[in-house]
């Protein structure tokens, strides 16, 4: 039970713009249960094609209740440090 924060940020779900196609919802429901992309999409135009207004409402509602996924860092470390340096003076 003793989890350190960005494990459990990882874990959460989050909707996940920069990686989705509408809304990311279908992207960041993949990044939490570790599935592909393509199959969550696959199996979400699935359900739409024989429940299409249940899929829709879940997929605003969704859209809407779930957290956009914070920013990942890509740099190297004293980068990173200058930023977060400035994140905590301010």
């Known amino acids: 039970m003793n989890r350190s924060w960005n494990e459990y ?9 920069e990686h989705g196609v509408i809304l ?4 960041g429901i993949a990044e939490r249960f570790a599935w592909p992309v ?20 879940a997929y605003i509602v969704a859209a809407l209740i779930m957290p956009e996924r914070p920013l990942r860092y890509c740099g190297d470390g004293d980068e990173r440090s200058f930023w977060q340096s400035r994140r905590h003076r301010s």
């Open 24 to 27: 990311g919802v279908c992207a």
């Open 9 to 17: 940020r990882q874990r959460r779900l989050y909707r996940d713009p």
């Open 38 to 57: 393509w199959l969550t999409r696959v199996a979400t135009l699935a359900l739409a094609w024989y429940f299409p207004v249940s899929v829709a409402v």
